[in-house]
């Protein structure tokens, strides 16, 4: 098992560009969701999904759209990056959303928007 | 609103010394309280969580709902525990909130 992957490592865009984070996972977990990490704020929830088809905003969705057409893939997108997006962006897993399960995380993405 | 504190950015103890991570929580409801681990250059892992009432790695964490608190403790510090931690908290609509973490330094 690869666990969740995350694609890119590291990503430099410049203001107005638009592009997808990726990630994936293949534990067949229903609930998948998207943090971004920024210096003194911790880990803020951006979008999640409780399955396929499946996906609602959480405490920071400006400015990120999400879907999810499988139980594997949870791209992230910026549709036109500014520079209060850089940041380090964790996908995470659970098998549902139940509270005995357990969240397991990507390595991350660092993003830098110029 | 929901909200998870950690007061404390830093903290270094002393090998073998108890430790203390102070994690104190906002929420309404009945709370889901979890402690998170990041080693150097290691994923964010669960490390435990309370309605398990578990001990992981020599780590304990009570809720306590009347001071609305979840620290982690653990009587006696490893180097090896030297890492950075968050505390979390599963609110409404599944949503999670983390704390601002606590990088931990265990001093040889």
Known sequence: NAGVT???????????????????????????????????????????????????????PNGYNVSR????DFPLRLLSAAPSQTSVYFCASSLDIGGYNEQFFGPGTRLTVL | AQRVTQPEKLLSVFKGAPVELKCNYSYSGSPELFW????????????????????IKGF??????????FHLKKPFAQEEDSAMYYC?????????????????TVIP
């Open chain 2, 36 to 55: 998170y681990v990041q080693y150097s250059r290691q994923r964010l892992q669960l490390l435990l969580r309370h309605i398990s009432r578990e001990s």
């Open chain 1, 69 to 72: 057409s499988t139980t594997e």
């Open chain 2, 88 to 104: 979390a908290l599963r609110g409404p609509s599944n949503q999670f909130y983390f704390g601002t973490g606590t990088s931990l």
């Open chain 1, 6 to 60: 995350q694609t890119p490592k590291f990503q430099v865009l410049k203001t107005g560009q638009s592009m997808t984070l990726q990630c994936a996972q293949d534990m067949n977990h229903e609930y998948m969701s998207w943090y971004r990490q920024d210096p003194g704020m911790g880990l803020r929830l951006i979008h999640y999904s409780v399955g396929a088809g499946i996906t609602d905003q959480g405490e920071v």
């Open chain 2, 60 to 69: 304990t964490a009570d809720l306590n709902k009347g001071e609305t608190s």
